[in-house]
């Protein structure tokens, strides 16, 4: 059941559409690389198109009727997206859910030392990456600083092309010997992942200060960009990620090369199918929750109460909530768990099994399970749902395949799927093959991103 490349069956017209998907996704991609800018900008972009805060309508005593288009934010990271149907919301809901947190280093609460006429920030790695590709490479600072008078300094250090990057070094391979027979796991370790970030002593300091002459200019230099002091640091929320902006890759100009596409590919073409409904006939949701790459865990994570309180505070703004009416929106709910899927790499061939792996420019990737081992840790789609999506993609003349997160007992990984189907409502993983997934950068193909986007909108239609 080998499926066909969509590029093959692409008129003019869709690959202009399809380029102009691709370069709002670039930009995307480009201004949201914490989940704090990526809901920034999901708030603007939902706002253009109509979207007003639940919250502030509540608050003005405004009931909410079908048509009406909101959106609700947690702590900065965590936002969901309604637009009401015609249809009783305890009839369920058609949901897309990603994430949109990415793997990457964190600075630590105490990070800031020197060694030897070099000052360096210490970090903490986020999510699952192999800790030798984050060597070596451009690197750029993103995040707050939360200051005791409660205002909250942002950061954004490396992606201007005027800016400074950062560095994290690695040893010259002519001295390298012991190094290189080290397993890939231990060649980098974790508390070697530490910031370059200065080596010019500050002139004229007391001789008790001067062996930290560089720290203390970097200090100067961050008391006088940010006002912000050493102990700031302490209450800061600093992001270490790779510099520079998405590319196209390629000679043919098919992929993106780019940082976080883990899940941000999913998570913003999922935002481009709600923005473009008009008028539903069942209530459309998409949902885009942080510490995924951790567990889903925290108050802005998919096991958070989060999306449950916002459905109920949706319910009230209706004028029809009941703790039984909200069981059953969320019971008899649909949803795409729309993230990536591993792409297969002919160079790496051994880890896949061909006939169930995922391919670039065959459309969206619908995994029925994931889950490692005996599938532990999987929601695994019921028959019946599959066979709706199924239904639902071939009459949208979508493209899609099908597949599993490499051979059994090779590795394996997990979503959001199995948390959203403790409501009992119906859910899959559906999303986009990626190369070097947890990389810095990954690679994506621009078919795949194009037709995510409009299976993500054929399914908020018909599910």
């Not at 201004?31 to 708030?43: A, P």
């Not at 990070?111 to 970090?123: I, M, N, Q, R, V």
């Amino acid at each position: 059941m080998e499926r066909r490349n969509a590029w093959l069956s692409y008129t003019e017209a869709e690959e202009k559409e399809l380029e102009k998907v691709a370069k709002e996704y670039r930009n995307f991609l480009d201004v949201g690389k914490t989940e704090r800018e990526c809901v920034t900008q999901i708030i603007k972009e939902a706002q253009e198109a109509g979207y007003e805060c639940l919250e502030e309508k509540a608050a003005k005593g405004e009931k909410l009727k079908a048509g009406d288009k909101v959106y609700t934010v947690g702590m900065k990271k965590i936002v969901a997206l309604f637009h009401i149907g015609q249809d009783d919301i305890a009839e369920g809901m058609n949901i897309l859910g990603a994430h949109i947190d990415s793997p990457r280093l964190d600075i630590k609460q105490n990070p800031l030392y020197e060694d030897t006429d070099f000052a360096y920030l210490d970090t903490h790695y986020y999510g699952g990456v192999k800790k030798y590709q984050w060597v070596t490479i451009p690197l750029a600072i993103h995040g707050v600083v939360a200051k005791k008078d409660g205002s909250v300094v942002q950061v954004n250090i490396g992606e201007d092309e005027n800016d400074p990057i950062v560095y994290i070094t690695d040893l010259l391979i002519h001295l390298a010997g012991k190094q290189l027979q080290k397993t890939a796991s231990e060649v980098i370790e974790g508390e070697n992942l530490d910031i370059l970030i200065g080596s010019r002593p500050l002139k004229d300091l007391e001789d008790d200060k001067k062996k930290e002459a560089v720290k203390q200019n970097v200090l100067n230099i961050l008391k006088d960009k940010y006002d912000i002091e050493e102990e700031d640091f302490l209450s800061a929320e600093l992001e270490i990620v790779p510099a520079g902006k998405a590319r196209e890759c390629g000679l043919d100009r098919s992929m993106i090369a780019a940082y976080g596409q883990d899940d941000r590919v999913c998570a913003y073409t999922s935002l481009l199918a709600m923005l473009e409904m008009e008028a539903p006939k069942r209530t459309a949701c998409c949902l885009l929750v942080d510490k995924e790459e951790i567990g889903s865990v925290g108050a802005t994570g998919m096991q958070s109460r989060f999306f449950e309180n916002a459905t109920a505070e949706l319910l009230d703004a209706m004028g029809c909530y009941s703790d039984l009416k909200l069981k059953r929106a969320l019971k008899n709910s649909s949803m795409l768990s729309s993230d990536v899927s591993a792409a297969y790499d002919p160079a790496y061939g051994d880890a896949f099994e061909k006939k169930n792996a995922a391919y670039f420019g065959r459309g969206i990737v619908l995994n029925k399970f994931t889950g490692a081992r005996g599938k532990s840790g999987s929601n695994d789609a019921n028959a019946e749902y599959v066979a709706r999506v199924r239904n639902i993609f071939d009459s949208h003349e979508i493209a899609f395949q099908t597949a599993e997160l490499g051979k059994v007992d090779v590795g394996g990984g997990g979503t959001i799927a199995y948390i959203a189907a403790l409501y009992g409502m119906e859910v899959i993983d559906s999303g986009v093959a990626v190369l070097s997934m947890h990389a810095p950068w990954e690679i994506t193909s621009k078919a795949d991103v194009y037709e995510a986007k409009k299976a993500y909108k054929a399914f908020l239609l018909d599910a």
